[in-house]
């Protein structure tokens, strides 16, 4: 799934055209490497997203094409470190 519409559906942000501004502002990682909206992510893969000053690193769970509020819980999962 490509890493814009990831985004979108897992909520982490609103809209794909703000989570494609993102990729292009260079604010977003897949395993450590600067992702463009068309790459594809994984089940497995880190996100990190930075948000202002502060990154924020998810690891991608599970693929949907379309979620819930809910189901989009279950997509992602934050990492503290």
Known sequence: MRI?????VSRLIKRRT????FCD?????????VAK????VKEGDRLAIRF????HLF???ELL??????????MVEEVME
Do not use: Y
Request: aromatic letters at 2%; a positive charge; charged letters at 40%.
């Open 37 to 40: 909206p068309s790459d594809e």
């Open 65 to 74: 094409m379309n979620a819930t509020k809910e189901q989009a819980l279950t």
């Open 52 to 55: 202002d000053s502060r990154i």
């Open 18 to 21: 703000l989570a494609k501004e």
């Open 4 to 8: 814009d519409k990831f985004l979108k």
């Open 25 to 33: 502002a260079q604010k977003v990682m897949i395993n450590g490497k």
């Open 59 to 61: 690891d991608v769970k």
